[in-house]
């Protein structure tokens, strides 16, 4: 079983980064791979609502950063954390296009695997930030793995981050919950309990 982890921070070797490592060595011990996949300092384009998506069986029209990659990668993953650091109260911008592209292009990619948002700040704005992640599991069929806090920790840079000993506490524990749901639903499917096959195919608009 593998979980990808994405960091959206522009710095690979800061707090956000280091949030992700914590959490990617407790599930390797528990015998889950766990890549990072950094988004490093570009900022993919934005969702331009254009729907050319829906022809090109999963990919964005748009090739030349990193989301078709991500979204290859998410193919082949059980799993996802999603890691940002806060800015204004909110997730980094390079994040929400990622997702905003990657969700729309191929929610099959992403339905019905455990996923959880993972927010670093100095001092406030993680749970406000957790909250618009999570808007992106929930749409997706995804259940959203908690811990034994929210999924936040602070600091500025990682020597700062692993003093918060709440946070790296709550990251680890997190870790442990994705692994036993990880494991729950491989043992469901063993047993020939299949994931749900949903209708969408209401949509009701609110102007007429």
Known sequence: MKVLLVNSSAHTDGATNEALEIIAR???????????????????SDCTGC???????????????CVNKFIDLAKSS??????????????SARLLALLDRAFYANTAAFAHKPAAAV??????????????????FTIAQMPVVSSSYWNGTHGVGKEQLLRDLEGVQTLENLANNMTWLLRCIKAGKDA?????????????NFIR
């Open 26 to 44: 407790k599930l390797e011990a528990n015998g889950i791979e766990a890549p990072i996949f950094q988004m490093g300092a570009s900022t993919p």
């Open 119 to 136: 927010a670093n700040a100095r001092r406030a704005g993680t749970s406000a930030s957790l909250d618009v992640i999570n808007k992106y």
């Open 78 to 91: 059980d799993g996802f954390v999603f890691a940002t650091p806060v800015y204004y109260a909110h997730p």
């Open 192 to 204: 020939g309990i299949l994931t749900p096959k949903n209708e969408k195919k209401q949509r009701t």
């Open 51 to 65: 729907l050319a998506c829906r022809s090109l069986e999963g990919k964005c029209i748009h090739d030349d950063d």
